[in-house]
């Protein structure tokens, strides 16, 4: 990450408080999770990852990845504030179509704002990993 990018990321930090980011939170499957199936709610290119904070009191097992090992740590620094006792979080530095992902059944996948990133054929081949 540049150092443009990382001090966006620490003032972003700075001025949004976990709360603030669980109370604005967007999350579109909210209407769907009566269908999710049983596995990892796994959320690729996490960065301060909102997603995984909306299941955060639930039982199911949660995975941040990123490939920028700053954002992890802002990330972990923000569970690690949380009142959070039994929560199953898994945060893993990886680059997608370099690194292979975990090999487990996935609930959901979230891939917001990442797949930009990519051309057709890469997006074909990060789906199929993920199928």
């Not at 609930?107 to 051309?119: D, E, G, P, R, Y």
Request: glycine letters at 4%.
């Amino acid at each position: 990450m540049d150092i443009q990018m990382r001090l966006y990321w620490e003032a972003y930090s700075e001025t949004f408080t976990t709360d603030d980011l669980i109370r604005v939170l967007h999350n579109p499957l909210r209407d769907y999770e009566n269908e999710f199936v049983d596995g990892t709610i796994v959320d690729i290119g996490c960065g301060q990852t909102t997603f995984l904070f909306d299941y955060i009191n639930t039982n199911r097992k949660l995975t941040g990845i990123d490939n920028d090992q700053h954002q992890l740590d802002l990330l972990k620094n923000r569970l690690n504030a949380l009142p959070i006792t039994a929560a199953k979080i898994e945060l893993l530095s990886l680059t997608l179509l370099n690194d292979t992902l975990p090999s487990e059944t996935y609930s959901v996948v979230f891939l917001a704002n990442i797949l930009h990133f990519f051309n057709l054929a890469q997006c074909q081949n990060i789906i199929t990993q993920l199928t």
